[in-house]
């Protein structure tokens, strides 16, 4: 029997929700973040304390008699000299040494000038390093600009606040159990090239040899510019693979017990969404890291900060508002997601690719269409800032993330901060995928 989610039913899985900020110049930091304070300056005006050498005679001298307001010279009063500083021990005199040690050292720091003029990156001069801009690599000592393959759009390296805040209409707070919160702030340091649209069945079939969105007559969508869809996240890895090794790039994934051309007896692709679970089953995936060059699934930040393109609205074309009513249903319009997303109030099933306004980025259908795997298992989110997340090691029952919701879902899952989870063997009619690729 064909697994197909019936339209406009919630989801079965809780789906899980900014400005690209560029390197400048600077100790390693990027722009934007707080400058780690360098060392006090001496402060070279200090008046002398009394137990120091006056100009005008030895420390421990009385001071000179006052002149009375008459004319008359006035006695002194008592003078007691300053035992605490005359007396100052030897382990007073060490600490002070050693205090004046460290300043010395960070005023010589801040007079460092680092040089980092023109397109210059890499070794600063200070101990630092020049940085380029997110739109930028540093090649050979110098920042260029990368470009993408034809189909691909640049993503550059930044920072972006990740999640929903709980005050956006329509967050999962209104909708719980939530798992699109707490809000916290990523920072991403590689530049990536990203597919514009999810991967379609001829780009599949002409890596693959098969197409699994067939077989599945008078429900699925088929046709070369559809989406891929019934692929597990196992198989979306595969064709990872084969797309690398196409283009003459390094594998990122190894998939454990893959023999031959597939895993358990089974290629990727051989079975359609009427396998069910019977499709390719490896015992496994290790990820060699963010720094592959080849073809990948993109990690749940990435896909986020990339379907944001600098905008911190619930979707990258302003909010949409909710009220009670029509969360769940249908309104004569919506004007924020219409232009930009197949979804269960416009479509309710799957449609060919770029159909819709891109973000200002250039990418198309990163909501609605066909929800999209990505590489991370499922996972609360961390309290605090990261750097780069890979996101958990392991889930229950093998759940991994899925982002952007589907054409048959709710008007309120169209955000970009929506999450949802499921079984990594899964198949599912709208469940497709995009790749993207490190830039180096």
């Known amino acids: 029997m064909t697994r197909k989610r019936t339209f406009l039913l919630p989801a079965v899985f809780c789906l899980l929700a900014s400005v690209p900020a560029g390197w400048a110049c600077s100790s390693g930091t990027p722009s934007g973040s707080p400058d780690v304070p360098g060392g006090d300056a001496l402060d070279a005006t200090e008046e002398p304390d009394?137990?120091?050498?006056?100009?005008?005679?030895?420390?421990?001298?009385?001071?000179?008699?006052?002149?009375?307001?008459?004319?008359?010279?006035?006695?002194?009063?008592?003078?007691?000299?300053?035992?605490?500083?005359?007396?100052?021990?030897?382990?007073?005199?060490?600490?002070?040494?050693?205090?004046?040690?460290?300043?010395?050292?960070?005023?010589?720091?801040?007079?460092?000038?680092?040089?980092?003029?023109?397109?210059?990156?890499?070794?600063?001069?200070?101990?630092?390093?020049?940085?380029?801009?997110?739109?930028?690599?540093?090649?050979?000592?110098?920042?260029?600009?990368?470009?993408?393959?034809?189909?691909?759009?640049?993503?550059?390296?930044?920072?972006?606040?990740?999640?929903?805040?709980?005050?956006?209409?329509?967050?999962?707070?209104?909708?719980?159990?939530?798992?699109?919160?707490?809000?916290?702030?990523?920072?991403?340091?590689?530049?990536?090239?990203?597919?514009?649209?999810?991967?379609?069945?001829?780009?599949?079939?002409?890596?693959?040899?098969?197409?699994?969105?067939?077989?599945?007559?008078?429900?699925?969508?088929?046709?070369?510019?559809?989406?891929?869809?019934?692929?597990?996240?196992?198989?979306?890895?595969?064709?990872?693979?084969?797309?690398?090794?196409?283009?003459?790039?390094?594998?990122?994934?190894?998939?454990?017990?893959?023999?031959?051309?597939?895993?358990?007896?089974?290629?990727?692709?051989?079975?359609?969404?009427?396998?069910?679970?019977?499709?390719?089953?490896?015992?496994?995936?290790?990820?060699?890291?963010?720094?592959?060059?080849?073809?990948?699934l993109p990690t749940e930040a990435e896909w986020e900060y990339a379907a944001r393109a600098g905008t911190t609205t619930s979707t990258y074309n302003g909010t949409t508002p909710f009220d009670p009513y029509y969360a769940m249903w249908c309104p004569d319009s919506m004007p924020t997601l219409d232009p930009i997303a197949w979804y269960g109030c416009n479509s309710g099933r799957e449609r060919p690719v770029k159909q819709k306004l891109p973000n200002s980025w250039g990418a198309f259908d990163m909501l609605g269409n066909v929800s999209e795997w990505v590489w991370d298992f499922d996972g609360e989110y961390a309290a605090g800032a990261v750097l780069d997340p890979l996101g958990p090691s392991a889930a229950p029952l093998l759940l991994r993330v899925v982002r952007g919701a589907s054409a048959g879902q709710y008007a309120w899952t169209m955000r970009s901060a929506y999450r949802s989870r499921t079984i990594q063997s899964d198949r599912f009619t709208d469940l497709g995928f995009r790749v993207v690729r490190t830039v180096k």
């Open 50 to 296: 009394q137990g120091e050498l006056a100009p005008d005679g030895a420390a421990g001298d009385a001071p000179d008699a006052v002149e009375d307001s008459d004319g008359s010279e006035a006695a002194p009063d008592a003078w007691v000299p300053d035992v605490s500083q005359d007396e100052a021990t030897e382990e007073d005199v060490s600490d002070e040494g050693t205090d004046l040690s460290v300043d010395a050292t960070d005023l010589a720091a801040d007079t460092c000038q680092p040089a980092c003029g023109g397109a210059k990156c890499g070794d600063d001069g200070c101990g630092g390093k020049c940085k380029c801009s997110g739109w930028e690599v540093c090649r050979e000592g110098q920042c260029v600009e990368f470009e993408c393959e034809p189909g691909f759009v640049r993503i550059p390296a930044g920072e972006f606040d990740m999640g929903s805040p709980e005050d956006e209409p329509g967050t999962c707070t209104e909708f719980p159990p939530c798992f699109e919160q707490p809000v916290h702030h990523v920072t991403l340091t590689r530049p990536l090239c990203l597919k514009e649209s999810e991967v379609t069945q001829a780009e599949w079939e002409s890596a693959m040899g098969n197409n699994p969105s067939t077989g599945t007559v008078g429900e699925l969508p088929k046709g070369g510019d559809y989406p891929v869809m019934c692929v597990n996240w196992l198989e979306s890895l595969a064709y990872c693979n084969e797309l690398s090794r196409k283009a003459g790039l390094e594998s990122c994934y190894v998939l454990e017990g893959w023999t031959g051309d597939g895993c358990g007896g089974k290629k990727p692709g051989e079975l359609n969404c009427q396998g069910g679970y019977d499709g390719m089953q490896c015992a496994g995936a290790v990820f060699s890291g963010l720094d592959c060059t080849g073809y990948r």
